[in-house]
Nanobody, 127 residues
Framework: QLQLVESGGGLVQSGGSLRLSCAAP????????IGWFRQAQGKEREWVSC????????NYADFVKGRFTISRDTAKKTVYLQMNSLKPEDTGVYYC????????????????????WGQGTQVTVSS
């Protein structure tokens, strides 16, 4: 059973940076597209970014383009979300998720396509 473990969240000032990690111990990331989502208190979960199985395709929500970067280290079985120029509106619980059915060079932007989820990591950006 695939398990995803997020880490790297915390409290940071506006304009600061954090790097989130999504580890998949024991599983090759080449079998899954990985997505990052976030959920602010009182709001619905929203898609942030994704990385295809091949690692070639990355996509970003408009509100993080130019600030966030998704990447992976296949040897460490870990996907990262580097978050720069953080804003208070980036505050929320960040989740990574895996899609085992994705076509190799495609990653989905909707939560319905992902069926393995991590427990989430809290990101708080103070103004």
């Amino acid at each position: 059973q695939l398990q995803l473990v997020e880490s790297g969240g915390g409290l940071v000032q506006s304009g600061g940076s954090l790097r989130l990690s999504c580890a998949a111990p024991g599983f090759g990331l080449g079998y899954y597209a990985i997505g990052w989502f976030r959920q602010a208190q009182g709001k619905e979960r929203e898609w942030v970014s994704c990385l295809s199985r091949s690692g070639v395709t990355t996509n970003y929500a408009d509100f993080v383009k130019g600030r966030f970067t998704i990447s992976r280290d296949t040897a460490k079985k870990t996907v990262y979300l580097q978050m720069n120029s953080l804003k208070p509106e980036d505050t929320g619980v960040y989740y990574c998720a895996a899609d085992p059915l994705a076509v190799e060079a495609v990653c989905a932007m909707t939560s319905y396509d992902y069926n393995h989820w991590g427990q989430g990591t809290q990101v708080t950006v103070s103004s």
